[in-house]
């Protein structure tokens, strides 16, 4: 594949945005990663909806370490749909400390978890990496 096809938007800004008010939308994003200090294998996924039955919104945030088999951070939860901040045209959406942003193929994800103190900002495609956790990372 060619340098200029690798990265073809499949995509229009139309597709990435919300198409509010279908019944049930959601984002995922998931990223791989291994610890520099062991070499451990991770996977980190967050995943954000709505759904206007309820009307209510979903996120899920999921800190995976693939080496030992092992859940380390999982939450997932309901919340008043009003929290859940989305838009057209380009992926722009947040709840409290977890956004996720951008347009193909340039994102940015970033997620703060109070409890377990884990921060993670990363920017896909650049492979950019900023965490502030108990665990030190590089992108795969």
């Known amino acids: 594949m060619s340098k200029n096809n690798l990265f073809k938007n499949p995509w229009t800004p139309e597709d990435e945005g ?8 959601w984002w995922v994003v998931e990223t791989l990663f291994k610890t520099l200090d062991d070499n451990k294998k991770w996977s ?44 057209k045209n380009r992926v722009d959406l947040k709840y409290n400390n977890f956004t996720i942003n951008g347009l193909y ?20 495609r650049t492979g950019f990496y900023k965490g502030v956790s108990p665990y030190r990372f590089r992108l795969l």
Do not use: Q, R, W
């Not at 009307?55 to 859940?71: A, E, G, H, M, Q």
């Not at 380390?72 to 749909?81: E, G, L, M, R, Y």
């Not at 193929?105 to 896909?124: G, L, Q």
């Open 44 to 87: 980190l996924k967050g995943s954000m909806a709505y759904e206007l039955e309820t009307p209510s919104c979903f996120i899920i945030n999921l800190l995976f370490d693939v080496t030992s088999n092992k859940c380390v951070i999982h939450k997932a939860f309901n919340d008043d749909i009003k929290k859940f901040i989305h838009k």
């Open 105 to 124: 193929p340039d994102y940015h994800f970033h997620i703060e978890d109070d409890d377990t103190a884990f921060i993670v900002d990363i920017m896909e």
């Open 18 to 25: 919300d198409h509010y008010p279908s019944m049930k939308e």
